[in-house]
């Protein structure tokens, strides 16, 4: 699988937007960028996942770099709940189920 | 109940115990999988089971030993566990659509600690 880089921490203020980047240098054609996340003492979660496109979803908006080398979860309005680790994981279209997660970017968000 | 459950919440075992995780899906999955999740270490898979079949075990010690009775239900059996087993145990489900995304939904996990 593909690997992916992320900053280990970001910090936000509440109600601010906050932009999670991640590099994929070596994508390839059919893999799709998944991006999970893990509250305290929960399991990680769905948050949303696109190909090539922008794409928008009830929980944030993923921006996906034309030469798809990086892209960026974007949280419109951080809250004190979206504090958790954020996983961009690489998963080659019809490949196995699955997910290969790295180190995550850990989210803080100041009230 | 709904989504993903995991019992129990947290055990403690020594190390000549023997006992087993529990997960149940209620959301019709067809693909269920076993993840590790050691302090300061990435989320690690350790089995995945399609239609009650096992397709994948990613080089998993014989000392763990999962079972899939029906596409609901998903047991991974311990024994003789070592202290660096100590982690969290998460289990998820997935679709298993042919052709299309299929999101995963993990449990809470079981908070395993080995003596």
């Known amino acids: 699988d593909a690997k992916t880089t992320q900053p280990n921490s970001m910090e936000s203020n509440e109600e601010e937007p906050v932009h999670l980047p991640c590099n994929h240098s070596?994508?390839?054609?059919?893999?799709?960028i998944h991006w999970y996340r893990q509250l305290p003492s929960q399991g990680p979660e769905y948050v949303i996942h696109?190909?090539?496109s922008n794409v928008n979803n009830r929980m944030a908006s993923l921006a996906i770099a034309e030469d798809r080398k990086s892209s960026t979860l974007i949280l419109h309005r951080a809250t004190l709940r979206d504090a958790a680790v954020y996983y961009c994981?690489?998963?080659?279209?019809?490949?196995?189920?699955?997910?290969?997660f790295g180190k995550g970017t850990k989210l803080t968000v100041n009230p | 109940e709904t989504g993903v459950t995991q019992t129990p919440r947290h055990l403690v075992m020594g190390m000549t115990n023997k006992k087993s995780l529990k997960c149940e899906q209620h959301?019709?999955?067809?693909?269920m999988y076993w993840y590790k999740q050691s302090a300061k270490k990435p989320l690690e898979l350790m089995f995945v089971?399609?239609?009650?079949?096992?397709?994948e075990n990613n080089s998993v010690p014989s000392r763990f030993s999962p079972e899939c009775p029906n596409s609901s239900h998903l047991f991974l059996h311990l024994h003789t566990l070592q202290p660096e087993d100590s982690a969290l145990y998460l289990c998820?489900?997935?679709?298993?659509?042919?052709?299309?995304?299929?999101?995963?939904?993990f449990g809470p996990g079981t908070r395993l600690t080995v003596l």
């Open positions: 998820a489900s997935s679709q298993d659509r042919a052709g299309s995304y299929n999101e995963q939904f």
């Open positions: 070596t994508i390839s054609g059919t893999d799709y």
């Open positions: 696109g190909l090539t």
């Open positions: 994981i690489l998963r080659s279209q019809g490949g196995s189920e699955k997910l290969v």
């Open positions: 959301l019709g999955h067809n693909a």
């Open positions: 089971y399609n239609f009650k079949e096992q397709t």
